[in-house]
C-alpha cells in the first residue's frame, strides 16, 4: 500500500502545473505553398571542368498547413519529386541532378499543398563550356559577379565585405572595400616558378596596401611580418605617387625587385587600367607596368616554407607588420602561371 501511494504522488507530480497535450485542428488551408530557389539564381553561370557534370539545386517550400509534394521540373522535364517532409509546413531541399549539359537551362520548382494549391518558381540559367587554360596557366578569377578560379572550378574564403563593379577591363572587376580581401589556397600554385598578372584601376586610399601575396605565418607575432619565404607585392605612398615593390623569401634571406620611380603609378595622372605582372624564376625576378618591364633582379631562387594561403587586395592575414592591408582598388583577370612568363607572354596578356 506504502508502494501503491507513492507511484499514484509520482504520476500526480509529472503532470503538476503542466497543461496535457491535446490534438489542435489544423484549420482552413487558406493559401498556396510559397517557393524559394536558392541555387542556382537567375543568370546564374554554372562553371564546372567538364561539358556534363553535377549540379546541386538548392530550394524550399512553405505552406500555411501541408506541403503535400514538390516537383523539380528542368527544361519542361520532371527531373525528381518530392512527397515526404519532416516538417510538413517547411521543406528545405538539397537535390543534385547528375547531368547538366552545356547551355542555357530553365529550372522550375512547384509546390502543391494538401488542397493541391500550386505555386511555382522559375529561374534561367546557363551552364558555360569549361574554361581552357594559357600554357602554364593554374589560376584564373574574372571576378565576373563570382569569385571562381575557373582552372580548379573553386573558390576564396571571402573575407570582409568586397564587391563587383561594372567598371572593369571586360564584364565586372573585383573593387576592395575596408578591411575586405580574398582568401585563396595556394597549394597547388608554388612551384620552381611562377608568374602573376592583372589589371589595376588605383585607388591611392589608403596610402598603402598589400596587392597579392603568399606569406608564410609568424607565430607569436601581434603583427605578422616574416619574409623568409613566399612573396608579398606591395604598393606604397611616395608623394602623391604610389609605388610598388616586390618583396621575395629565399628561405635565409629576402630579396626587393622595384621599389624606384619607374615603378610608380600617379593617381593624379594615371586613371585608367594599368596591367600589372610580376615573374619569379629560380634565378630572377622582374616586375611589369603595361608590359614593359619596369625593375628586376637577380637571386637565388623562392622558398616556399609555411606558405599556404594566397591573399587577394591585402597583406592580412600574414603580411601586416608594416600596415598593409586591404586595397581598395579594381582589380580584373588575375592569372597564376607555373612558369616565369617571358616580356613577349606579358604583352601578349595585355592583348
Not at 559577379?145 to 563587383?164: A, K, N, R
Not at 580581401?181 to 602573376?196: I, V
Not at 584601376?201 to 596610402?207: L, N, Q, V
Request: net charge negative; hydrophobic share 40%; with cysteine.
Amino acid at each position: 500500500m506504502i508502494l501503491a501511494g507513492s507511484m499514484a504522488i509520482a504520476v500526480f507530480s509529472c503532470n503538476d502545473g503542466i497543461d496535457p497535450i491535446a490534438p489542435v485542428a489544423p484549420g482552413e488551408d487558406m493559401t498556396a505553398p510559397v517557393v524559394a530557389i536558392t541555387y542556382p539564381k537567375e543568370g546564374t553561370l554554372v562553371r564546372l571542368k567538364q561539358d556534363v557534370g553535377p549540379i546541386t539545386m538548392q530550394f524550399e517550400s512553405v505552406d500555411d498547413i501541408e506541403i503535400k509534394k514538390i516537383d523539380v521540373i528542368l527544361d519542361g522535364q520532371t527531373i525528381n519529386t518530392f512527397d515526404s517532409f519532416i516538417d510538413y509546413r517547411r521543406a528545405v531541399i538539397s537535390y543534385t541532378y547528375p547531368s547538366l549539359e552545356n547551355g542555357t537551362h530553365t529550372l522550375e520548382v512547384k509546390a502543391t499543398d494538401l488542397s493541391d494549391k500550386v505555386s511555382s518558381k522559375v529561374v534561367d540559367f546557363e551552364k558555360v563550356e569549361p574554361y581552357q587554360p594559357l600554357d602554364g596557366e593554374i589560376f584564373y578569377m574574372p571576378f565576373d559577379d563570382d569569385y571562381f578560379d575557373l582552372v580548379s572550378i573553386t573558390e576564396p574564403t571571402v573575407v570582409g565585405t568586397p564587391s563587383f563593379s561594372d567598371v572593369a577591363k571586360a564584364g565586372k572587376s573585383y573593387k576592395g572595400a575596408a578591411g575586405a580581401y580574398l582568401s585563396a589556397d595556394a597549394t597547388d600554385l608554388m612551384g620552381d616558378e611562377f608568374s602573376a598578372a592583372f589589371w589595376y584601376k588605383i585607388d591611392a586610399t589608403p596610402d598603402r596596401a598589400g596587392v597579392l601575396t603568399i606569406s608564410p605565418p609568424d607565430p607569436g607575432v601581434d603583427k605578422p611580418n616574416k619574409r623568409t619565404s613566399g612573396f608579398r607585392l606591395l604598393r606604397e605612398a611616395d608623394g602623391s605617387k604610389q609605388t610598388f615593390k616586390l618583396n621575395i623569401g629565399t628561405g635565409d634571406n629576402e630579396t626587393w625587385v622595384g621599389g624606384g620611380a619607374a615603378t610608380a603609378i600617379d593617381p593624379s595622372t594615371t586613371t585608367g587600367w594599368v596591367h600589372i605582372a610580376i615573374t619569379i624564376s629560380q634565378s630572377k625576378a622582374a616586375m611589369y607596368l603595361n608590359g614593359i618591364q619596369v625593375a628586376s633582379g637577380d637571386f637565388a631562387g623562392v622558398d616556399w616554407t609555411d606558405c599556404t594561403k594566397m591573399s587577394i587586395a591585402s597583406g592580412a592575414p600574414n603580411f601586416v607588420g608594416w600596415d598593409h592591408l586591404s586595397d581598395l582598388s579594381l582589380y580584373d583577370d588575375l592569372r597564376i602561371f607555373n612558369k616565369a612568363l617571358t616580356a613577349e607572354e606579358v604583352l601578349a596578356l595585355m592583348e
